[in-house]
């Protein structure tokens, strides 16, 4: 039987450009196509480590600690002054820290009122440690402060990042100062 070529009876039309997708319209269609991948991902997963032996965990054999473990201060230093300002940073961390006043309404100090608080009345060991933190506050921002009550307003309430860490360094250069 011979060939026939096919003769074209009508025009045929051309098929329509695809109208473009809407931006969501691709986003869909991709986490679409994503997940279908991610799921055959997963399963080729599960197949190809199904023969790896593994033995349960005993889950009493884990150990449990609290959610929100509880700060304790650090072992004293030998110096008194150092002691005194460890002390203080430990308050702030446990009481909180505030700026613009002594004390605020939630029981949080002002580095000074800190100091103060954990000196017990004795105002010659308050002032060493005041002494040696305004050292520290200036070996960090020069002559910009007059007073540890200066430099701790100057931050704003609920960042007591700098004063905190000024608080520590001051109580390890008295430390090393021996005092």
Same mark, same amino acid.
């Given at each position: ?18 109208? #473009? ?60 002054? #150092? ?30 009122? #800190? ?65």
């Amino acid at each position: 039987m011979p060939y026939a070529t096919p003769t074209p009876t009508s025009a045929v039309a051309a098929p329509s450009p695809a109208a #473009a997708l809407s931006l969501e319209e691709r986003l869909t269609l991709v986490s679409t196509t994503m997940t279908a991948r991610l799921d055959e991902a997963a399963v080729a997963y599960e197949i190809n480590t199904a023969h790896i032996p593994t033995t349960p965990i005993d889950l009493n054999d884990l150990v449990a600690l609290p959610l929100t473990p509880t700060l304790q201060p650090p072992a004293p230093p030998s110096t008194p002054v #150092a002691a005194l300002l460890q002390r203080a940073h430990h308050r702030l961390l446990t009481d909180g820290w505030c700026a613009g006043s002594f004390r605020n309404e939630y029981g949080a100090l002002c580095l000074f009122g #800190a100091i103060r608080s954990e000196a017990h009345r004795d105002p010659g060991l308050e002032m060493d440690a005041i002494t040696v933190l305004m050292d520290t506050i200036r070996r960090q921002f020069g002559d910009r402060f007059e007073s540890v009550p200066a430099f701790n307003d100057s931050f704003r309430a609920g960042d007591a990042r700098i004063p905190l860490r000024i608080l520590g360094q001051a109580a390890d250069l008295a430390d090393a100062r021996s005092l």
